[in-house]
Every structure is written in structure tokens, then in C-alpha cells.
């Protein structure tokens, strides 16, 4: 099973910028970002093929961007103008071909890094 291990989180103020990075074993169709707020189910952020086809939830489009290294086998989430509303706990996942396309439904994704916390004060 692939291994992937999250760095960058941190914390910063409103508007501010963060750049998450994913470090994996190996690699799957999907890759994925996802987030969890204190008490709540964990969410889905955004979501990479292994052809670059994305997805994002509505509440970071415009703000967040996924992108890809496959030689490094390393995700990254470029994080900008940053709100209270998203400090949480982020994780990368990855999951395997499903044929709706790469989805960000927890459920479908495999293998789950420990995550990071992100913190963004007002």
C-alpha cells in the first residue's frame, strides 16, 4: 500500500498563503486533498488524475491549486488567501481508477497520510 506523509502546514493569518506538500511511496490514479474541522466529517478539498484532470470543491475554487510531481511521486496544495473557515486538519490520499473520474468522496480514496494541521486567524 502506498505511504504518504504530509509537511507544510502551519499557521498564518487571514488572506495569507500556505503550500502543502505530499510525500507518496509510489503512486495511484487519484491523488487527493482533503480536510477534517473539529467534530465534523472529513471533507474533500481537491482531487488529480494521473493524466492532471482536477477537482475542487466549491469553496476553494479560485484559491487553493492541486499539482503533481510523478518523478518525485509528491502532491502539493498551493493554498492561497486563506480564511479562518479553512484551519483544519488536511490529509492527502490516494485512491484508484473509478470510472466516474477522481472524485473527492472520502470513501473512495485507499491510502491516508496522518495529516496536517492548518491554522488561520483572523
Known amino acids: 500500500q502506498v505511504q504518504l506523509v504530509e509537511s507544510g502546514g502551519g499557521s498564518v493569518q487571514a488572506g495569507g498563503s500556505l503550500r502543502l506538500s505530499c510525500a507518496a511511496s509510489?503512486?495511484?490514479?487519484?491523488m487527493g486533498w482533503f480536510r477534517q474541522f473539529p467534530g465534523k466529517e472529513r471533507e474533500g478539498v481537491v482531487s488529480?488524475?494521473?493524466?492532471?484532470?482536477?477537482k475542487y470543491a466549491d469553496s476553494v475554487k479560485g484559491r487553493f491549486t492541486i499539482s503533481q510531481d510523478n518523478d518525485k511521486n509528491t502532491l502539493y496544495l498551493q493554498m492561497n488567501s486563506l480564511k479562518p473557515e479553512d484551519t483544519g486538519m488536511y490529509y492527502c490520499?490516494?485512491?484508484?481508477?473509478?470510472?466516474?473520474?477522481?472524485?473527492?468522496?472520502?470513501?473512495?480514496?485507499?491510502?491516508w497520510g496522518q495529516g496536517t494541521q492548518v491554522t488561520i486567524s483572523s
Open positions: 490520499a490516494a485512491g484508484r481508477f473509478t470510472p466516474g473520474g477522481c472524485g473527492i468522496i472520502p470513501s473512495t480514496y485507499d491510502a
Open positions: 509510489g503512486h495511484m490514479y487519484c
Open positions: 488529480i488524475s494521473v493524466n492532471g484532470v482536477t
